[in-house]
Structure formats: structure tokens, C-alpha cells
């Protein structure tokens, strides 16, 4: 039996139609500012991890929704096979809709293992009790960015020819889907409230790409790795977008593991992922990924992020006492 357990079963309808329904819907229902919630994994099935686990017997790991849940399982699959077989262990894939989702999964002890985002590392290593293990080297690079992407066609050219328009974020706790593009918002005295006809999430990289591809929204903040990685194994939709903005560097999107997993067994995970590049089979299976290798990542790496963090939280703090003494 494959060491992959994955909990979610195939989507019941194709998502192009789904997602084609859904946000139409979403954007033409209202013309007031605010932010629509577009669940794209309704269509997915997820089941609750068990309670009570022993770690003898398998690893839970959760991978971020970078990518839609069924794209998840296609590109992880292997990565997480190769894993199991290293370690003789199980591993069972856990997916969420949300990373928040993924985060509590962490604090409830539900979860050994996770591929997440750089925006929840950097925010709540200690508050969600997980620590980095791993970071994937992609394309010679220990960073990513953020890309501010319309549809090709579009007159748009800069992020101001955006205002007034309809605007996909991915998720609220992403980096680069969300953080990023609020922080430029921010330099500029703006909310997505007041600056966006329309904003809505789309709960993964892939799904914002189709939607600026499809003309459902005239712009979307992505993942830079995600992008460049479509776009070369498959610019079906990223070649009907172009980019008019990249935000400064990041470091990748680390390998997390909890803090209430062995030692032994995190170093042994380290093992694993350090020496993948090594393995034959291991440097196939990160090549379909567009990984070099796994690294050991330095904080220092995350400080950006923290900072921007920081920025908008002095920002909306100065904002609500301003308003209070309007009052």
C-alpha cells in the first residue's frame, strides 16, 4: 500500500465550470467595496484528522493551498510518497480550505508536518507551535515574490489603473496573494475597501491565475513560483496574463514541522529532504516540482515580512484611533 493517504476525494464537478459560475456570481451580485469569499474547495471533499494519533505509526502532513486541493495532490503525491518510504512511515495528506485552517491544525496537535506559506511562518512560528525544518531552492533561488498580474489584453499598467476595478487575493493569511498587495495599498492611503470595485479570494494561486485569464477579475496578486511554474510546464492561462509588478524578495515557503514531534524524527525528516537532490529517484521527483533541493532557510530571510506586518498593523491602529476622535 502506497505510504500516501490522501482524505480528500475527486471534485464532483470540473473546476473551470465551477469556478466560472462562482465568481461570476460573486462579482455581479453586488457593486458595493467589500470582500466576497469564493469557497473553491467546496468541491473537495476533507475529512477531520483523528484525535488521538501515534506518531509511530504515520506522519500527518498538510500542504498549503498554494495550489487548488486536486492540483495539491497531483504535485505533492510523489514528494510525499518518497518521503514516506525514506522514513517507513504512513503518510497521510491533510488539506484545508484556509492556511488559518491549516494553523489550528498545528495548535490542536492534529497536524506533524506542513508545507505552508511564508506569510503564517513568519507571523506565528511560536503563537501556532511549529518550527522550519526545510526550505525549497527553486531555480538557483532561496526567495520568491509576489506578482501583480492582469490579463494580457488590458490597458492596465501599473497597480493605480487598478482602482476602481475587481481584484482576486488568495487567501487572507498569504504573502504574496495578500500581504503584499495590501502593503502597496497601504504606501498609497488605501484599503481594498476603498481602493477595489470589488475584491474577492480565490484559496489558491492557480485559481487567481484562471481568473485573470478568463477576464473574471482584472487583476490578482500570485505566488512568483507558482506562475513562472505554469508557465513553463503549462502557459495554457498564464500566457493570457501579464505581469506589471514584482514586490522585493522573500524567502520560500519553508517546511514546518510541530514542536510536539520527536527530535529524532525531525532530524530524520531533515535527512530525508536534504538529501533528496542526491537520489535519483528523489532529483526526478524534484524536478517536476522545479526544486533544487532542500535547504536550511535563515530567519533573516522572513524579516520583510514581519516588517510589512508590523507597518500595517501600526497603520490600521493609527487608522481606528483617528476615527475614534473624529467621533
Given at each position: 500500500?502506497?505510504?500516501?493517504?490522501?482524505?480528500?476525494?475527486?471534485?464532483?464537478?470540473?473546476?473551470?465550470?465551477?469556478?466560472?459560475?462562482?465568481?461570476?456570481?460573486?462579482?455581479?451580485?453586488?457593486?458595493?467595496?467589500?470582500?466576497?469569499?469564493?469557497?473553491?474547495?467546496?468541491?473537495?471533499?476533507?475529512?477531520?484528522?483523528?484525535?488521538?494519533?501515534?506518531?509511530?505509526?504515520?506522519?500527518?502532513?498538510?500542504?498549503?493551498?498554494?495550489?487548488?486541493?486536486?492540483?495539491?495532490?497531483?504535485?505533492?503525491?510523489?514528494?510525499?510518497?518518497?518521503?514516506?518510504?525514506?522514513?517507513?512511515?504512513?503518510?497521510?495528506?491533510?488539506?484545508?480550505?484556509?492556511?488559518?485552517?491549516?494553523?489550528?491544525?498545528?495548535?490542536?496537535?492534529?497536524?506533524?508536518?506542513?508545507?505552508?506559506?511564508?506569510?503564517?511562518?513568519?507571523?506565528?512560528?511560536?503563537?501556532?507551535?511549529?518550527?522550519?525544518?526545510?526550505?525549497?531552492?527553486?531555480?538557483?533561488?532561496?526567495?520568491?515574490?509576489?506578482?501583480?498580474?492582469?490579463?494580457?489584453?488590458?490597458?492596465?499598467?501599473?497597480?493605480?489603473?487598478?482602482?476602481?476595478?475587481?481584484?482576486?487575493?488568495?487567501?487572507?493569511?498569504?504573502?504574496?496573494?495578500?500581504?503584499?498587495?495590501?502593503?502597496?495599498?497601504?504606501?498609497?492611503?488605501?484599503?481594498?475597501?476603498?481602493?477595489?470595485?470589488?475584491?474577492?479570494?480565490?484559496?489558491?494561486?492557480?485559481?487567481?491565475?484562471?481568473?485573470?485569464?478568463?477576464?473574471?477579475?482584472?487583476?490578482?496578486?500570485?505566488?512568483?513560483?507558482?506562475?513562472?511554474?505554469y508557465n513553463r510546464r503549462n502557459p495554457f492561462n498564464t500566457s493570457k496574463t501579464r505581469i506589471i509588478?514584482?514586490?522585493?524578495?522573500?524567502?520560500?515557503?519553508?517546511?514546518?514541522?510541530?514542536?510536539?514531534?520527536?527530535?529524532?524524527?525531525?532530524?530524520?525528516?531533515?535527512?530525508?529532504?536534504?538529501?533528496?537532490?542526491?537520489n535519483t529517484d528523489g532529483k526526478r521527483i524534484l524536478d517536476k516540482l522545479m526544486i533544487d533541493r532542500?535547504?536550511?532557510?535563515?530567519?533573516?530571510?522572513?524579516?520583510?515580512?514581519?516588517?510589512?506586518?508590523?507597518?500595517?498593523?501600526?497603520?490600521?491602529?493609527?487608522?481606528?484611533?483617528?476615527?475614534?476622535?473624529?467621533?
Amino acid at each position: 500500500m502506497s505510504p500516501l493517504l490522501v482524505t480528500s476525494k475527486p471534485p464532483l464537478f470540473p473546476l473551470r465550470f465551477f469556478l466560472v459560475l462562482i465568481l461570476l456570481f460573486s462579482i455581479s451580485c453586488t457593486n458595493e467595496a467589500g470582500y466576497t469569499s469564493v469557497d473553491f474547495s467546496k468541491i473537495v471533499k476533507v475529512n477531520r484528522a483523528e484525535s488521538r494519533y501515534d506518531e509511530n505509526t504515520g506522519l500527518r502532513v498538510a500542504v498549503a493551498a498554494i495550489v487548488s486541493p486536486k492540483e495539491t495532490v497531483v504535485h505533492y503525491r510523489e514528494l510525499l510518497d518518497y518521503l514516506g518510504r525514506n522514513l517507513e512511515r504512513s503518510v497521510f495528506l491533510i488539506q484545508r480550505k484556509t492556511y488559518g485552517e491549516i494553523d489550528e491544525l498545528f495548535v490542536e496537535r492534529q497536524l506533524d508536518l506542513g508545507f505552508i506559506c511564508s506569510g503564517p511562518y513568519a507571523a506565528g512560528d511560536q503563537k501556532y507551535g511549529f518550527e522550519v525544518l526545510a526550505a525549497p531552492r527553486v531555480n538557483g533561488s532561496n526567495f520568491y515574490q509576489s506578482y501583480l498580474i492582469v490579463h494580457k489584453d488590458s490597458r492596465f499598467q501599473n497597480l493605480e489603473n487598478l482602482k476602481g476595478k475587481t481584484f482576486a487575493f488568495t487567501d487572507p493569511e498569504s504573502n504574496t496573494g495578500r500581504l503584499v498587495p495590501v502593503y502597496w495599498l497601504m504606501q498609497k492611503r488605501a484599503t481594498p475597501d476603498t481602493f477595489f470595485k470589488k475584491s474577492l479570494y480565490t484559496y489558491s494561486h492557480d485559481n487567481s491565475i484562471l481568473a485573470v485569464a478568463r477576464k473574471l477579475v482584472d487583476g490578482a496578486a500570485v505566488d512568483g513560483h507558482i506562475w513562472e511554474y505554469y508557465n513553463r510546464r503549462n502557459p495554457f492561462n498564464t500566457s493570457k496574463t501579464r505581469i506589471i509588478r514584482k514586490s522585493e524578495s522573500f524567502g520560500n515557503p519553508p517546511v514546518v514541522a510541530s514542536v510536539y514531534l520527536s527530535a529524532k524524527v525531525k532530524e530524520r525528516i531533515r535527512q530525508v529532504l536534504f538529501s533528496m537532490h542526491l537520489n535519483t529517484d528523489g532529483k526526478r521527483i524534484l524536478d517536476k516540482l522545479m526544486i533544487d533541493r532542500f535547504i536550511a532557510p535563515k530567519e533573516a530571510w522572513y524579516d520583510p515580512i514581519r516588517r510589512m506586518k508590523q507597518t500595517l498593523s501600526l497603520s490600521e491602529e493609527t487608522t481606528h484611533a483617528n476615527a475614534k476622535l473624529k467621533k
